[in-house]
């Protein structure tokens, strides 16, 4: 798109300025700057200053410098993975990949950062008559620039940490004798929790009851994640509920075999089937509406294909390049709503690309897993009953990002391991 081509240009010049008009109206006008964070910033404008982090590093005849975005800013595609060799911009999965082990286990898959990152590197160590379009160029040696492209955004992070604190309103209710009680470490157990018998610990020492709080329960609108109307089946009596380990992994036992469960992956496995099954999505209105700012490539998606939108029950106007939601889905937390609109903006970009079919299942995916439990959530044995009851109707055993749901340990592999 030309859109698309001009925001490299401008990324990558921004001594330059740029009048670019549309119909006859200026879709941009910027002057030119010193300082490429207000560059970034005029093509980016829904990110902000505290978003990017500095890169500048310098190890033999190779320099980056430019911005990165904190881990938590990630989009869904590497469309906006902006990388310069000496000035020129290309598009080299290698360099790319480089990019992303840098920031190492804080991107999860499928999950791609913003960059804008200038490569210098010697004239003599490069072959530019590589590609027809001159979008790659051929090193004389790769790695000492993979290795300086990894190292300086993994340097950079480590220099930049980022804290945020949210606090859950339903949990700031709680008195202080249940927040103490909460915090404080759980007592060290034996044997499985069954489902069927009362809660209590059988510790090294005194036992004592298993309190409500070991098993926080989550919000009511959490719980309708979970469709109530499903009855239990009596099948699921032949598993028996372990426990929980660091709030992750849910473990259960058959009578030959130990079951290690990804909570947030098998839940968002079970909404993705549910939502593709379903494919309605009810809107909730918003008692005052959500701006969120787009940049011009998405108002130019948006203006072609944005009434996609509302068939996944969200209810919004455009209004110069800001995009005001009026209506969100019931499943989608209003703090999530920002993220998740530019990712669909950006999945509707590439459905010529990928297909409807897919570009469909991106989306649902994006939804299911921002409305999934997450690392952290202490589920009820309740909640906890119902998801192993969803899992046994689960065809594909892996989250829709491709992640596996379960662990199957058997007891003859068990046997083997301690030479019974």
């Known amino acids: 798109m030309v859109t698309e081509t001009l925001q490299r240009f401008m990324l990558g010049s921004p001594a330059i300025s740029f009048l670019f008009r549309r119909d006859g109206e200026p879709v941009y006008n910027v002057v030119k ?46 469309l906006r993975e902006n990388l310069f060799i000496n000035g020129r911009y290309v598009r080299m999965p290698i360099l790319n990949f480089a990019v992303e082990r840098g920031y190492g286990e804080s991107l999860m898959k499928g999950r791609f950062p913003s960059t804008v990152l200038f490569i210098h590197v010697d004239t003599s160590e490069i072959d530019v008559n590589v590609h027809p379009q001159k979008l790659e160029v051929k090193f004389s040696q790769n790695q000492p620039v993979l290795n300086a492209l990894q190292r300086a955004v ?13 606090i859950d309103r339903d949990r700031a209710s709680q008195t202080d004798e249940e927040n103490k009680a909460e915090n404080e470490p759980p007592a060290r157990r034996q044997g499985p929790l069954k489902l069927n018998e009362s809660t209590t610990t059988r510790g090294y020492g005194t036992a004592k009851p298993l309190r409500a709080s070991d098993f926080r329960s989550i919000s009511t609108d959490r719980l ?6 499903m009855a239990i089946p009596e099948s699921i009596s032949d598993l028996t ?48 509406e959500i701006e969120i700012r787009l940049d011009e490539l998405e108002v130019e998606t948006f203006a072609q294909k944005g009434e996609r939108l509302e068939d996944f029950g969200f209810q919004v106007i455009l209004r110069n390049s800001s995009l005001f939601v009026k209506g969100v889905p019931q499943m989608i937390d209003v703090t999530q709503v920002s993220t998740l609109v530019h990712e669909i903006i950006e999945e509707l970009r590439l459905e010529v690309l990928e297909g409807p079919e897919k570009v469909f299942d991106n989306i649902l995916s994006s939804m299911a897993c921002r409305r999934a439990v997450k690392t952290g959530d202490k589920l009820s044995e309740e909640e906890l009953r119902e998801l192993l009851v969803r899992m046994s109707n689960i065809e594909m055993p892996v989250c829709p990002h491709g992640r596996p749901l379960i662990m199957k340990i058997g007891l003859k592999d068990l046997d083997r391991f301690f030479d019974r």
């Open 241 to 288: 509920l372990v426990g929980m380990l660091n709030e992750r992994y849910v473990i259960a036992r058959t009578d030959d075999s130990l079951m290690i469960i990804d909570q947030h992956a098998a839940h968002e496995r079970i909404l993705f089937d549910q939502l593709k099954t379903s494919k309605h999505f009810p809107s909730q209105y918003l008692t005052s």
């Open 33 to 78: 700057t010193e300082e490429p964070l207000e560059r970034i910033l005029s093509v980016y404008p829904d990110l902000e200053r505290d978003d990017l982090i500095p890169v500048d590093l310098s190890e033999k005849n190779v320099r980056v410098s430019g911005f990165v975005t904190l881990p938590e800013k990630f989009r869904g595609n590497r």
């Open 154 to 166: 993994r340097e950079a992070l480590r220099g930049r940490q980022s804290f945020r604190i949210t």
């Open 224 to 229: 309708n994640r979970f469709d109530r109307e």
